[in-house]
């Protein structure tokens, strides 16, 4: 009888996703933080400071207002324009408010996009390094992640010619492309946006555009695939840009034909989008101005480590083009970047994650150090891998 109770509350082979590594980090750092040690913490991917002053001050409003219900599923009509209006006000795109739909963080319209997209079974590419979720959803609803590497070569993104090779081999379906992209916080041309769309659709490969991390670009201006293809899926969140992490709201630009299918899957899932969250995202576009300088200040975060880092002895990093990360090349030091994240935490007390959260094939090489916080953080982990790797 107990065997037969064990069985039945086995965990389903499709719930066994890997950990998110980072999450460990930060444990481990917390523990140390317990022992009284100072740790700088780059490891977390997320803006040190809160939503801006404008949502707060909204949502207290609201709060005196009562009435907090469920929402329509697709989002608070208002919202859904503000943030049309948005890609109209910064990126001079028209965007139909009536394809927007507002998300429990951008976490869930992945979810919402590759069921809406996606059949069990069907193959769908994400780039290596990347975004673990992307392939642990993907598995988790029982897709194929097909890993397509990228290199120097190709600055790091995905282009055409690999997606192609891959769809030679077997078709696939689908393929998630990010830029600015996690851990490597590299960009794509709007060019290299352009031509990677036009080869995936005329293939008849749907794509997913990660935006989470637009706004936050310092080498060019991000592309929104908004502009460029009335076909692709764009995928966006108030967790970066806008701080608001813990708000868990996000939202999507659906194609026309997908908005149905969009709408009744939130339905079923998440009846709505908290409401809450939802009144503080629309006022959090009036905090423009202090948006703006919070990204500014990672703009000399990202100088402060330029220029530090190399001659603290990490000279090797990918194109620093935007979001908030820098993704360092370790190999000189170590072919195990779990280990040196973990000395490098122990002994220089910075903690960072390891590239093998991110890439299961090269990831033991690599590091990627988050810049959202403090200059003095940066100036202080700069200092103190300097003093560990010369030591
Ligand atoms: C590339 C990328 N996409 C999506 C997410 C998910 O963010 P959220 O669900 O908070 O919008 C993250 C979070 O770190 C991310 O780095």
Not at 164 to 171: F, I, K, M, N, S
Not at 175 to 195: D, F, H, K, Q
Request: aromatic content about 8%.
């Amino acid at each position: 009888m107990l065997e037969r109770a064990k069985a039945l509350l086995q965990p389903s082979a499709r719930s066994g996703v890997p950990p998110f590594m980072v999450m460990d980090v930060m444990a481990a750092a917390e523990r140390l933080e317990a022992q009284g040690r100072t740790i700088v913490h780059m490891e977390v991917g997320q803006p040190a400071a809160g939503a801006p002053a404008s949502a707060i001050a909204a949502v207290r409003l609201a709060l005196g207002n009562g009435a907090h219900g469920y929402t329509a599923a697709l989002g608070i009509a208002s919202l859904r324009r503000r943030i049309a209006q948005s890609y109209a006000q910064w990126h001079g795109i028209e965007v139909d408010p009536e394809r927007v739909v507002v998300t429990t963080g951008s976490s869930a319209a992945f979810m919402l996009a590759f069921l809406a997209l996606f059949e069990a079974g069907d193959r769908v590419a994400v780039a290596v390094p990347g975004y673990p979720p992307y392939r642990h959803i993907l598995s988790a609803l029982g897709c194929e992640p097909v890993l397509i590497e990228t290199n120097a070569t190709t600055r790091w993104a995905l282009t055409g010619d690999l997606l192609l090779a891959q769809h030679r081999v077997r078709p696939l379906k689908g393929v998630v492309v990010g830029s600015p992209a996690n851990p490597t916080g590299t960009m794509m041309t709007a060019t290299a946006l352009r031509e990677f769309i036009q080869s995936a659709e005329d293939a008849g490969i749907a794509v997913i555009s990660d935006e989470i991390y637009h706004e936050l670009d310092y080498a060019f201006r991000a592309q929104s695939a908004a502009a460029l293809s009335a076909n692709t899926t764009v995928v966006n969140s108030f967790s970066k840009y806008f701080c608001m992490t813990g708000w868990r709201i996000g939202w999507m630009v659906v194609p026309p034909s997908l908005l149905r299918a969009v709408e009744r899957l939130q339905q079923n899932l998440a009846i709505s989008v908290p409401t809450l969250s939802q009144i503080a995202a629309q006022a959090a576009f009036d905090g423009r101005d202090e948006l703006e300088n919070i990204k500014h200040g990672y703009e000399e975060n990202r100088r402060i480590l330029l220029d530090g880092l190399p001659r603290a002895g990490l000279d090797s990093f990918l194109p620093v083009d935007g979001a908030f990360y820098l993704y360092v090349d370790t190999s000189r030091f170590s072919d195990d970047s779990f280990d040196f994240a973990k000395r490098m935490l122990e002994q220089a007390g910075v903690a960072a994650t390891p590239g093998v959260d991110f890439d299961p094939i090269h990831g033991r090489n690599f590091l990627r150090l988050c810049y959202a916080g403090s200059h003095d953080d940066m100036r202080e982990a700069v200092k103190r891998i300097g003093a560990w790797l010369k030591g």
